[in-house]
């Protein structure tokens, strides 16, 4: 399968402070990208699609001004948590879409707000 | 009505069973189908995708489909510990102008005893 890598996979950060996470498909290009995030014991809730050289679709209720996506060239797209809280504490993953719509998926990157 | 729908479990088998997970969904256009397993702790990984009536093989693993019934099942044949994870049905549903987007079911946790 294709392979798509994460960066970081924990970051501990205090309240009021961003972090960048990065998603990058290894073996092939991605024109679409996904970012999800998973609180414990539930399941995948998508956050927003993320399409090369145009601004990200967010789904209802998420904040585009909170979770900024930058998805530059067709390997990469970036999740940035602007003035994170502890209840934005969770696992971020992004999966880039491949043919007939098939989602790989990273390894996940597991964000504490203290 | 959910979108995707998944018993939650958990599903417990013995080792060497057949493993038998059901899905349902509500949208009849769509056309692409797929099983990812989730391990605790970390991002899901594609199984198997599906796209027309009837049955695919993969290994131990069997996907069925139909349409008409809007079901979708993952059978997991000769079922060992490694097995033991949560396992997440998704149906790709097509947004107008704004390509496919994945729905997932909330997940059948799998227990394997040996």
């Known amino acids: 399968g294709a392979v798509v890598s994460q960066h970081p996979s924990r970051v501990i950060c205090k309240s009021g402070t961003s972090v960048k996470i990065e998603c990058r498909s290894l073996?092939?290009?991605?024109?679409?990208m996904f970012w999800y995030r998973q609180f414990p014991k539930q399941s995948l809730m998508l956050m927003a699609t993320?399409?090369?050289?145009?601004?990200?679709?967010?789904e209802q209720g998420v904040e585009k001004d909170k979770f900024l996506i930058n998805h530059a060239s067709l390997t990469l797209s970036t999740l940035t948590v602007t003035s994170a809280h502890p209840e934005d504490s969770s696992f971020y993953i992004c999966?880039?879409?491949?043919?007939?719509?098939?989602?790989?998926f990273g390894p996940g990157t597991r964000l504490l707000v203290l | 009505q959910k979108e995707v729908e998944q018993n939650s479990g958990p599903l417990s088998v013995p080792e060497g069973a057949i493993a038998s997970l059901n899905c349902t969904y509500s949208?009849?256009?769509?056309?692409?189908f797929f099983w990812y397993r989730q391990y605790s702790g970390k991002s899901p990984e594609l199984i198997m995708s599906?796209?027309?009536?009837g049955d695919k093989e993969d290994g131990r693993f069997t996907a069925q489909l139909n349409k008409a019934s809007q079901y979708v099942s993952l059978l997991i044949r000769d079922s060992q510990p490694s097995d033991s994870a949560t396992y997440l049905c998704?149906?790709?549903?097509?947004?107008?102008?704004?390509?496919?987007?994945?729905?997932f079911g909330q997940g059948t946790e799998l227990s394997v005893k040996p």
């Open positions: 599906i796209y027309s009536n």
């Open positions: 993320s399409n090369e050289g145009s601004k990200a679709t967010y």
């Open positions: 998704a149906v790709n549903l097509m947004i107008y102008n704004q390509g496919g987007k994945l729905i």
């Open positions: 999966s880039a879409r491949i043919r007939q719509e098939t989602q790989y």
């Open positions: 073996d092939f290009q991605a024109t679409t």
């Open positions: 949208d009849r256009g769509s056309q692409s």
